[in-house]
Nanobody
Framework: QVQLVESGGGLVQAGGSLRLSCAAS????????MGWFRQAPGKEREFVAG????????VYGDSVKGRFTISRDNAKNTVYLQMNSLKAEDTAAYYC???????????????????WGQGTQVTVSS
């Protein structure tokens, strides 16, 4: 099991930027693909971005392509989500998630992720 702690959320105006961080501890962090999901009130959890264990391949949800960038630093056991050109519809709780040990590829289905952080709130004012 890996413990995940997100940070970096907050209130930002439309068009602004935020960078979320996800610090991992516990089992070997580098041996899993990682993902970011979000959930707005009254809506289902949505895949935002994912990254393979090497960081060599990334996948993005259609609504964030070209605006968000996921990256990871395995030496620091941290995954990042750089969010630019934020829109009001990006307002949600953002969650970091880890696939099981040895699961190296990105999946967009939340059921493929074994460990979750507690979430960090992002609010974009229009």
């Amino acid at each position: 099991q890996v413990q995940l702690v997100e940070s970096g959320g907050g209130l930002v105006q439309a068009g602004g930027s935020l960078r979320l961080s996800c610090a991992a501890s516990g089992r070997t962090f580098s041996s899993s693909a990682m993902g970011w999901f979000r959930q707005a009130p009254g809506k289902e959890r949505e895949f935002v971005a994912g990254i393979t264990w090497t960081g060599g391949n990334t996948v993005y949800g259609d609504s964030v392509k070209g605006r968000f960038t996921i990256s990871r630093d395995n030496a620091k056991n941290t995954v990042y989500l750089q969010m630019n050109s934020l829109k009001a519809e990006d307002t949600a709780a953002y969650y970091c998630a880890a696939r099981p040990l040895g699961a190296l590829l990105v999946r967009t289905d939340e059921r493929a992720y074994a460990d979750w952080g507690q979430g960090t709130q992002v609010t974009v004012s229009s």
